[in-house]
């Protein structure tokens, strides 16, 4: 049965019933103003609801109009600008004064308990604003890599996924306004996130176990994309349109995003088209020994459009959001060698048709995805409890990958996801959350590069977060307990001797489960104003993913034979069932953060180290797929009875030099250092400074494969009253420290420029800006690819855009 979204009906009943049968504090309208020191208006600047997912920002004349408690704590911050904290006692006219200088809070809506990022135990990074504008990337990856202690896995710009303190994969949670993103990202580095950053509000960066509320596979990080797509504040109507073209791919991009709110209404809907090229990169040679100024097969087609609508009344707010993605893009790397093929009748509705231009590039993806959600919030239903609130997404994605007009791999993943969570009173001095989590998910793969098999997960947790001060002590505590089930189909425990009998093969059904538990303890001291230092101890257990533990093929993108935990593989190359017992991956983690977050200099300083207990990672096994000759002839026909003719075609003499590669279980040990400074030089100038580093071993010796080099980079803006400009420059040190047959990478140095100009035409607030990104055309290999040798960062290229407010 596939999930459905109305399991969650009698919470939503509950919720809806609820809004009529409780008598709660009266909210009121509150309308002020923001100023800087010398009585302008602050544009932009966010005021926000403490307590609640509530908060707007201020226009260009500095005003706000917000719903709140009669007695709410508003918080009101900006970039550059010290916040402060207004408690309304049925005042509804403010007028705020900032004072330039200090780092602005953000409320991190991942954090769980409404904290700001500068009050959290774990370090977390916001990219919002004007900077966010900025540094938007076609993809998730590449644009938060500038980020301390974030780097890039980089399948080329079309596909890129965040890398935290050298983890990704399973050990990242991408989500969406807090839930899964639902896509198959996790599983090859060639997948998209399919979550864009155009028309996003902030992204969210926790490094750091983040388990507690996300799941235990979510040792390394959190990467939460934050939108509007279920409003849950009333705004006045507002709308932006953002169109940018940039010349290193011929990108045309186009993204509107419309808010608005009557009586006890609000909607919000946002889309976007984006279309590129090939990109151009420096002039390299490619693995063919072929002089190149074009990185082949990435090009890029993807567009989406997003509703919500929600009911926000005093009690609370009812919403429901839908959304859908449309995405075509060339996969960088693919070395298939197919012969034309005559008749593609069958697959019309997913041939190339609208990419003749890329009929020579054999490979790429059409990526479809629905997702449809559902939360509500109750405040102060009845004594004891703040807030009942719940969130709920169902999601049906759909990724082809298409080689000459025909479909040579299908992914699809069906998945149903729900939080549940009471936020309750103080008890004791301790204010908290508790709550229930449930996920479930239909994964299902067909095709030449189906090298995981059809898997339904179901995921069942509990979880509690607590915090209470202690004078300049804010003690922060969580626990969560997982139960996760698998059930794959179609597995075989094959022999590939050529002697063997066929016959022997067979195809099972097998289960596993996991309990995974976790645990963290922080602590925050404000030991002088201005100032704070954090300590975060965890020990977080993860249960391995399908992927780890199944997968049983070739897969192309990263031209390697995978095989999982459930198998045994000898020397002579035969492939059995695995009689050990698999083992949950722990994390024992440490965390050290100092900040400085007032006055003209300030800094963050993080240290980190994580005891991995059971690391699973991928050893090089010594033999190649050439050493499973009769496997590789007879492999997959269950999954190709379609497509018979094409897969006699297709030559296997790339795919039997591809490395098997075994997953393995061993200690590991990760430690690094991350460290950020900003120096406001004069009222209009700022210096920025960052630098990370991550060493990643086996505690057997060797190091772990493709861990991302020394970071460092430097930055300086200037903002005027109607410009602003910024220059940026990041060097990434060469790394030397790699796994066995691993490659080191060469040094490269990374320069952008941008300008921006802000004008009015009439009723329009119009921001015109250029990019320059490498300018002097640096050719740099991203280590931590898969394809590092074969895909080059994009070279020089120019954007030039406008965005309009009205």
Known sequence: MRPSLFQLTPVAMLVVSAFSAQVVAQSITVNGVVLDNDGKAIEQARVHVHGRQQYVYADENGRFTIQAPADAELHISAKGYGDQFVTLSNNNELKVQLQSGGVERIVVSASGLHQYDLEMANPVSVLSGEELSRKIAPTIGETLKSMPGVHSNYYGPVASSPILRGLDGPRVRILSNGLDSADVSRIGPDHAISADAITTEQIEVLRGPATLLYGSGAVGGVVNVVDNRLPRQLRPASTQIETRYSSGADEKTAALTHDGGQEQMAWHVDGFKRKTDNYDVPNFTNDEGESTDQLANSWLDNSAVNGGLSWITDKGLLGFSIGHIDSEYGIPGHHHHHEEHDDHDEHDDHGD????????????????????????????????????????????????????????????????????????????????????????????????????????????????????????????????????????????????????????????????????????????????????????VSRSERAPSAAELYSNGAHIATRTYELGLAYSLDQDGEISESDVNFKKEVANNIDLTLRKYEGDFTFTYNLFYNKVHNYLYMRDSGLTMADLHSHAEEDHDHDHDDHEEHDEEHSHAEDEAFSIFHYQQQDATLYGAEFAMAYQLTAEQQLEFFIDSVRAKLDNGGDLPRIPPVKVGTGYSYSAEDWSANIDWTHYMKQNRVAADESATDSYQILDLSFSYYFNLNDLDLTAFVKANNLTDELGFVHSSFIKEDAPLPGRSFTLGVKARF
């Open 353 to 536: 048709e609208n990419h003749d231009e890329h009929a020579e590039e054999a490979v790429f993806a059409k990526v479809k995805q629905d997702r449809y959600g559902l939360a509500g919030e109750l405040y102060k239903p009845f004594n004891g409890i703040e807030t009942l609130s719940f969130s709920s997404a169902l999601t049906r994605y759909q990724h082809h990958e298409i080689e000459d007009g025909a479909i040579g791999t299908t992914f699809k993943n069906d998945s149903f996801e729900s939080r549940f969570t009471a936020e309750h009173e103080t008890i004791a001095g301790w204010h908290g959350v508790f709550g229930y989590h449930l996920q479930q998910s239909d994964y299902q793969a067909v095709g030449e590069e189906a090298f995981t098999p059809d898997t339904k997960t179901d995921s069942h947790a509990l979880f509690v977060l607590e915090e209470r001060s202690f004078g300049d002590f804010t003690a922060q505590l969580g626990a969560r307990i997982e139960h996760v089930d698998y059930k794959a189909s179609g597995i075989e425990f094959e022999h590939h001797h050529e002697e063997e009998d066929a016959d022997e093969h067979h195809a099972d059904e097998v289960k596993h489960d996991f309990t995974a538990s976790s645990l963290s303890a922080g602590l925050v001291w404000n030991f002088q104003p201005g100032y704070n230092a954090a300590l975060s």
